[in-house]
């Protein structure tokens, strides 16, 4: 069963419907003793950072989801659920992250260029994770958001984007990936992305 | 790099596509669904569904829609037309929408961008301008699908919006909408320039030459077109083809 974390931050519609396109076995839940019964987490999201950590501690999710990723559960991270494994995020004063990843989300600050980084952009793409295979580097993504991440330990970084300067927008580790873009918005080759991960956990 | 991002534009009138759609290899050429598929396969980089449905059982049409729509299509789509409340905002994202725009009602009441944009992220929330140029040079926000003119000036109205939390402006000149001259490129720039948000050019697109000129001068981030792809005149890889061959950053599929 691959579970899709509900902790009130946006839609999650789209995200269950490509899901359901190569496995019957999703849900959505709110529920963190819903994680024992999962063989793989899904946490989407869009919204402000600091809100989103709150309603997880509010809704018991912190703890559980640590454990859960620290004993490498399968684990996709997207758009905010992306953003939400590093340190912390300047977005509305500093605020603390999950921490799986020592880095901190920044917000775009480069001259001539609009925030948000809105539309399709490229990603180069280190080889070999097993969650890319059949994507070519240089492949467009669906990117909105307005933060980005500074990442310490450059061995999390599978794929980067330039708007103005170069960011990580896929990290993965183990059964982790995280992607900033929203592949479930990405057409045919971000289908791919989610394919991949069902097929890895099913 | 970012790529330009290029946008059929569909009317929808009780959960069909109007305004003479006749596309061959489709088995149902009104079908908002069918429709959104095809633009979709050929490498649209969104789509916008505007609802023109004046029924009084619109609301439930129009769910059915986005509901459908986000099943089948995996690019983003935009949901506008007659989005007066926060509670219109919130059911239609909840049934598959990734964006709404408002029109009438953000000038109406414009508290109505702040709290949606908070509540529900300002990537979500597409401010709808139709501005039209008045004898001073400058150009007027018109509301009500263009019936109602207002005294309120679209560049200013455009940065107000901004500020309100708008999280992109489709920005349609009145003057153009139709006429397939062009876009209105002197206010698409000014209003481009003015803002640090994106902003799609919308009404005059009859030719790839007007979409180009719309990216490069009119400095838009995307352009929206309706007629010149409904009726099969330029398909949406040719338009990209052209523009790439000219420089132009876009995504070919």
Known sequence: MITVIDYGMGNLRSVVKAVEKYTEHVRVSHDPLDIERSDALIMPGDGAFGMAMDNLKKMGWIEPLLDYINNDGYFLGICLGFQLLYSASEEFGLREGLNIIEGNVLRFKVPGLKVPHMGWNQVKLVPDSKFLEGIPSDTYFYFIHSYYPVINDKSWVLGEADYGIKFPCIVGKGNLIATQFHPEKSHNMGLKIIENFVRNVC | ?253
């Open chain 2, 1 to 253: 790099m970012l790529a330009k991002r290029i946008i059929p534009c569909l009317d929808v009138d009780r959960g069909r596509v109007v305004k003479g759609v006749n596309f061959v290899n489709l088995i149902d050429a009104g079908d908002p669904v069918e429709n959104g598929k095809f633009y979709d396969e050929e490498g649209a980089d969104e789509l916008v569904f505007l609802d023109i449905t004046a029924s009084s059982d619109k609301r439930n049409i129009i769910l059915d829609m986005v509901k459908k729509v986000a099943e089948t299509v995996h690019i983003p789509f935009t949901v506008g037309g007659g989005i007066r409340t926060l509670d219109d905002v919130r059911t239609i994202l909840e049934n598959g929408a990734d964006k709404v725009s408002i029109n009438t009602a953000a000038v109406k009441n414009p508290a109505i961008i702040t709290e949606s944009s908070k509540r529900f992220g300002s990537q979500c929330i597409l401010v709808a301008i139709d501005a039209k140029r008045n004898s001073t040079g400058n150009w007027n926000v018109y509301l009500n699908g263009g019936r109602t003119k207002t005294d309120i000036d679209a560049v200013e109205w455009a940065k107000r919006t901004e500020e309100l939390g708008a999280g992109e402006i489709l920005l349609t000149s009145m003057d153009r909408d139709g006429t397939k001259c062009g876009y209105d490129i002197e206010l698409t720039k000014k209003i481009s320039e003015s803002l640090t948000i994106p902003v799609i050019a919308s009404g005059g697109a009859g030719t790839i030459e007007h979409l180009y000129e719309g990216l490069t001068e009119g400095k838009a981030d995307a352009v929206l077109a309706a007629s010149i792809f409904h009726f099969r005149e330029i398909s949406i890889r040719e338009v990209k083809e052209k523009l790439k061959n000219r420089g132009i950053p876009v995504r070919i599929v």
